[in-house]
């Protein structure tokens, strides 16, 4: 039997690597106040050993905290947005490609392009102050940056999933890091 004594934990491993881990004083319930402390307590006890954890059983966990540290960095993103605002993102941009549509329409010499109907726009717009062309030019450039971002994030966390799920040992599983 081999132990090691780390912040504080004693953990056993018997001949076969099982382990049995003390995190504190069982009965005291309190932190150990040494590494002797520990193996005084254990000697001579009856110890259970449990088997040592397995990839499969340790994956939840790992693509949990996978997808919180995806989650936060989300959240940067869109920090300082009420999310009834963020909520409406999908309408100015459906808005205003339509409206680029019909700005690139007319450029090209349509003459018989109709403006869309984009309320939400028209409501922002005059709100600001701004023209619907130049608030349509706003928001795609920032719908660019925000797609551009949240896309890297996304496939980020995609690619650490795949890891996650193609990793054979422990060692490959907890390596894995956002």
Known sequence: MTHSFLNGVLTLTDTNGNIASY????????????????????????IYFSPPPTVDAQRPQKLTQINAEFDAAMNQLVAGYPEREISSWSQQEKEATAYQAYLDSVAAGS???VAPNTPLLDALATARGFTVDALTATILKKSSAFAS????????????????NAATTLT???AITW
Request: glycine fraction near 6%.
């Open 149 to 164: 971002a949240s896309g890297a994030l996304i496939g980020k966390r995609q690619a650490l999933e795949d890891a996650v």
């Open 23 to 46: 995190p504190h004083h069982p009965e005291q319930l309190r932190p150990w106040a040494s590494e002797q402390e520990a193996l005084d307590y254990v000697a001579g006890r009856q």
């Open 111 to 113: 003459t018989t392009a």
């Open 172 to 174: 490959e599983l907890e």
